[in-house]
């Protein structure tokens, strides 16, 4: 089983409560997570068997929000390449705004310059058109976790 770790980046708290939802998902599967609340570079660059995930709403226009914006500066300055890390992003956004979901492709970009492995396709989640989005996530991370293996 993988050694997964979690990041969130949230303003009202549904990427926190998707994230920890994600841990307790990713246990319950046979994965070692952790959720990572205040995350630095050192604890994700180091072994590029790890998996990273990253759950992120975007706030303002297209921005990355507060509690993740230092590790996605740290990780934008240092530049340490990660070859082959495995990754996914989900992306939370509201397609009403001209940025949707900036924050989450953002982190998707920035993993791929850093030669990470992005596992399957970003989940997009859109507030205009979900207003639940836990089961989307799950269906999601369960396709992402099986590919781990």
């Known amino acids: 089983m993988a050694i997964i770790k979690v990041v969130f980046g949230s303003v009202n708290g549904n990427a926190q409560q998707l994230a920890e ?55 934008n300055d240092q530049f340490p390449l990660m070859p082959e890390k495995p990754y996914g992003v ?29 596992v399957i396709p970003t989940l997009f989640i859109d507030a205009c058109e979900t207003l639940d989005p836990e089961e989307e996530v799950a269906q999601w991370l369960d396709q992402w976790q099986a590919l781990l293996d």
């Open 21 to 75: 939802d994600a841990v307790e998902q990713l246990k319950a599967a046979g994965h070692q997570a952790e959720l990572l609340r205040h995350p630095e570079v050192a604890q994700l660059a180091g072994d590029c068997s790890e998996a990273l995930l990253v759950i992120t709403s975007t706030t303002g226009q297209g921005d990355i929000p507060p509690n993740l914006l230092p590790l996605y500066e740290q990780l």
């Open 90 to 118: 989900v992306a939370l956004g509201d397609s009403s705004y001209e940025d949707f979901a900036e924050a989450g492709r953002s982190f998707d970009f920035l993993l791929k310059d850093l030669k990470a492995r992005r």
